[in-house]
């Protein structure tokens, strides 16, 4: 993929053409059978096995969001059947993926909350998960010791509940990864890695105008968010509803979930036309990091709310849920704010 | 009170002297003892007179907090005996006046909330009460439709315990009102309306000095406050301890209660000094204010936190009791930070 021409947006750039797309395709369906093969070896699981196995899960699901994401954005310049066939296939497959490794970050986001709550600084997180697991060691017994009762028992709850819910996603990313219907996916994605399906005119279209056109679809997105409100410190916006009735009480998080997606499209579409060697955009990183914080804040404090609809728990169990809950929520405040001054300040300062 | 000299930190300033305190001393004086006529006047109470009784025993406060902040400063201008009597006895007297008050914003201010976090909007105060005080109306349904059971439990355990506490504080004032440690008291102030104990060479003595020394320990003090943090919004330091197991968990609020009862008496010495029909300085009225919501959301938090402690309770009460002590506690935080920013901008601005 040579790239002559690094600014989308500069309009006597030269035309990058549906070839620098098939590279990009081919790139990442490379990158995937790669990370498939490296799966299979460790997945049986030696002493190392575990993390070279996450490693490899992490990258199958990175190329499989971007080959799912430039199918997407690049749509019209890619045989339909075969484009609309695969692209459901590789969201399923890294949404099972992804499962596993959400838990588990959302147990220690939450354990770790759990302890800053308690006023115990620099906890590592292998400890935390000693100390409130319901498995105190002598070389843990300092953190635990400086959690309450309701602390510790909510700590152990959300083990439970989320070991559980880790260990479910990992059962049922392995099944479906022996499945015959990711077999099928591996196999497009071989075919991809050595021929990309364009329609007979890609091969010369400019790509710059579907570029173009998810960026706008991203800047139309943060155009409609509560920017605002998300400017002002302390606003409160994101507990409201703390205690609604409604199960589902945080509609207001969608939209930035949203902006996360269409995010990453553009990110990736900026792949596609200036290579992955290219430096990455900083405000796009940052902007990306707090959209981040935002979703993992906003699925902890709802597990935190899930939690303390347990029956039987005791009061102060309930009552160190709700503190983490409304703490959590803050976090979702927190990311707004971030993302509204990483945003607002570089647009201004954009010449 | 001429007042020919509005700054006190203007070095060709005139001389203000024990003259203009002892004037002070005896409008406030005076202040004092109508509010306490009017007390007397309406503390039986018929249907305005609740209403006018709590403006009678707000006015008492706020005479009496300022003879006792006055003593304070110009301490050296007074005769020590006199002044080492009476201001013990008017720190008590006003502490006593007002509990009860404090209870009744207390609870205002959590019901408030909890209303705010089950998603309804702009409740009136007195629609609250009815609707989570266990005593609905039809007019109130609306309200109470919002709130989830836990959120409407708590709102009755609050409403329960602080209106205990609130009937309590009423008593006590009551007794006080009737003591005869209350009525030496008032003869005393009565005394200082005609005739201040000022020491042989307070009549010519300048002011200010004294003044600038109440300024400096204001200042000093305002210092040593962490704001560089507090000026950094969603810094969650006033969570930390939020789930300790220390019962006192907040000791990182002193500082920030001692700095508002410094700058209180730094308004005070401004009025002796510049007459209490001067304008307020805005600064320092907006810094008072951020800091009165500080105080009165660490309070409210430690409310929150006590009433989960009440044996017995269901777990959705005790959950509801977490989100509204974290919500209050992340008002504290608020409150630090507008506290920072009016500081440091007029510091800034100051030529």
Same mark, same amino acid.
């Given at each position: 993929m040579a790239q002559q021409h690094p600014d989308p947006t500069d309009p006597t750039a030269g035309v990058v053409t549906g070839d620098a797309l098939a590279g990009y395709l081919r790139t990442q369906a490379t990158e995937f059978l790669r990370a498939l093969r490296l799966h299979r070896e460790t $997945? !049986?699981?030696? #002493?190392?096995g575990v993390e070279e196995s996450v490693d490899a899960a992490r990258a199958l699901r990175r190329s499989a969001r971007r080959i799912s994401g430039s199918l997407h954005t690049?749509?019209?310049?890619?045989d339909t059947t075969w484009s609309e066939e695969i692209r459901p296939e590789l969201a399923w497959l890294s949404g099972t993926l992804a499962l596993e490794h959400a838990y588990e970050a959302r147990l220690e986001r939450l354990l770790v909350a759990l302890h800053r709550l308690s006023g115990?600084?620099?906890?590592?997180a292998q400890a935390v998960g000693a100390a409130v $697991? !319901?498995?105190? #060691?002598p070389g843990a017994s300092p953190e635990r010791g400086n959690l309450t009762v309701g602390a510790a028992k909510a700590g152990a709850l959300l083990d439970r509940q989320l070991t559980l819910a880790r260990t479910r996603a990992h059962s049922t990313a392995l099944q479906a990864l022996g499945s015959s219907r990711f077999h099928a996916v591996a196999d497009k994605v071989a075919l991809l890695a050595s021929e990309v399906p364009l329609t007979?005119?890609?091969?010369?279209?400019?790509l710059h105008p579907l570029a173009s056109a998810a960026e706008e679809r991203l800047t139309d997105a943060i155009a409609a968010l509560p920017l605002v409100t998300a400017g002002?410190?302390?606003?409160?916006?994101?507990?409201?509803?703390?205690?609604?009735?409604?199960?589902?009480?945080?509609?207001?998080d969608g939209p930035w979930h949203q902006v996360r997606l269409l995010l990453r499209l553009h990110r990736y579409a900026r792949e596609v036309l200036h290579g992955t060697e290219a430096p990455v955009d900083l405000r796009l990183l940052t902007a990306g990091q707090a959209l981040n914080r935002h979703r993992d804040a906003s699925e902890a404090a709802a597990a935190a709310a899930q939690a303390a609809?347990?029956?039987?728990?005791a009061p102060a169990t309930a009552y160190a849920l709700g503190v983490l809950h409304a703490d959590q929520r803050h976090e979702v405040e927190a990311a707004r704010f971030a993302f509204e001054q990483c945003w607002q300040k570089q647009t201004v300062a954009a010449p």
């Amino acid at each position: 993929m040579a790239q002559q021409h690094p600014d989308p947006t500069d309009p006597t750039a030269g035309v990058v053409t549906g070839d620098a797309l098939a590279g990009y395709l081919r790139t990442q369906a490379t990158e995937f059978l790669r990370a498939l093969r490296l799966h299979r070896e460790t $997945g !049986g699981g030696g #002493s190392n096995g575990v993390e070279e196995s996450v490693d490899a899960a992490r990258a199958l699901r990175r190329s499989a969001r971007r080959i799912s994401g430039s199918l997407h954005t690049f749509r019209p310049l890619l045989d339909t059947t075969w484009s609309e066939e695969i692209r459901p296939e590789l969201a399923w497959l890294s949404g099972t993926l992804a499962l596993e490794h959400a838990y588990e970050a959302r147990l220690e986001r939450l354990l770790v909350a759990l302890h800053r709550l308690s006023g115990s600084t620099a906890v590592p997180a292998q400890a935390v998960g000693a100390a409130v $697991g !319901g498995h105190p #060691s002598p070389g843990a017994s300092p953190e635990r010791g400086n959690l309450t009762v309701g602390a510790a028992k909510a700590g152990a709850l959300l083990d439970r509940q989320l070991t559980l819910a880790r260990t479910r996603a990992h059962s049922t990313a392995l099944q479906a990864l022996g499945s015959s219907r990711f077999h099928a996916v591996a196999d497009k994605v071989a075919l991809l890695a050595s021929e990309v399906p364009l329609t007979p005119t890609a091969a010369t279209t400019d790509l710059h105008p579907l570029a173009s056109a998810a960026e706008e679809r991203l800047t139309d997105a943060i155009a409609a968010l509560p920017l605002v409100t998300a400017g002002h410190p302390y606003n409160a916006e994101a507990l409201v509803h703390g205690l609604s009735p409604d199960p589902s009480p945080h509609p207001q998080d969608g939209p930035w979930h949203q902006v996360r997606l269409l995010l990453r499209l553009h990110r990736y579409a900026r792949e596609v036309l200036h290579g992955t060697e290219a430096p990455v955009d900083l405000r796009l990183l940052t902007a990306g990091q707090a959209l981040n914080r935002h979703r993992d804040a906003s699925e902890a404090a709802a597990a935190a709310a899930q939690a303390a609809r347990t029956p039987r728990i005791a009061p102060a169990t309930a009552y160190a849920l709700g503190v983490l809950h409304a703490d959590q929520r803050h976090e979702v405040e927190a990311a707004r704010f971030a993302f509204e001054q990483c945003w607002q300040k570089q647009t201004v300062a954009a010449p």
